[in-house]
């Protein structure tokens, strides 16, 4: 499956919404969602699966990405900023 993730803060979030169905981990809690050996694993989050990650502009993106790609993550992809998203059409939610 595909999984899309949002690794703004959640007040950056609530300002803008996200893509639609998106986690929401905040970058610095990526080691830790990723993590399926720690107690703050997300279950939706499955090495084998595509991880679509998102941030304001790409950066935040690219770094969580490189992390879940050292952690053995085979599919990770950076969208880029949600605000390139939005303008290309992409579903978003609340």
């Not at 169905?21 to 610095?28: D, E, K, W």
């Amino acid at each position: 499956g595909t999984t899309f993730v949002d690794v703004r803060d959640s007040g950056a979030i609530a300002q803008s919404g996200t893509v639609k169905g998106a986690l929401r981990i905040p970058r610095g809690m990526i080691e830790f969602a990723a993590d399926d050996t720690s107690k703050l694993h997300n279950e939706n989050l499955n090495k084998d699966d595509r991880v679509c990650l998102i941030c304001a502009a790409g950066g935040q993106a690219a770094l969580a990405g490189k992390t879940m790609v050292d952690m053995g993550y085979t599919n990770v992809v950076n969208v880029g900023g949600f605000a390139d998203w939005q303008a290309a059409g992409g579903e978003t939610e609340e």
